[in-house]
């Protein structure tokens, strides 16, 4: 049974920086891909960046590309986003996912956590 728990949110101003992180544990004798999503008020939930856990091999939406770093921690199972560079536009729950299909899609998922929100201004 795999469970998904994100830590690190919180509230800074535009420029600054936070590092999101996403404990996993039930999944190590399968491949799976760690992504990272973010839904903000009225809006849709986006895939933001994902990362297939047995090569490292990441993957970003363009919105984020140079500001945002995917990573993992293998001995801790744990995923991190660095986020450098906030936006306003950033603000938002972010929700780690865990699937064996790495996309920036809802659909290749099928294990979430609650999400932890970030709020830029």
């Known amino acids: 049974h795999v469970q998904l728990v994100e830590s690190g949110g919180g509230s800074v101003q535009a420029g600054g920086s936070l590092r999101l992180s996403c404990a996993a544990s039930g999944y190590s004798n399968i491949r799976v891909c760690i992504g990272w999503f973010r839904q903000a008020p009225g809006k849709e939930r986006e895939g933001v960046a994902s990362i297939y856990t047995p090569s490292g091999a990441p993957q970003y939406v363009d919105s984020v590309k140079g500001r945002f770093t995917i990573s993992q921690e293998n001995a801790k199972n744990i995923v991190y986003l660095e986020m450098n560079e906030l936006k306003p536009e950033d603000t938002g729950i972010y929700y780690c996912?865990?699937?064996?299909?790495?996309?920036?899609?809802?659909?290749?998922?099928?294990?979430w956590g609650r999400g932890t929100q970030v709020t830029v201004s």
């Open positions: 996912a865990a699937g064996i299909r790495c996309a920036l899609a809802e659909s290749a998922y099928g294990y």
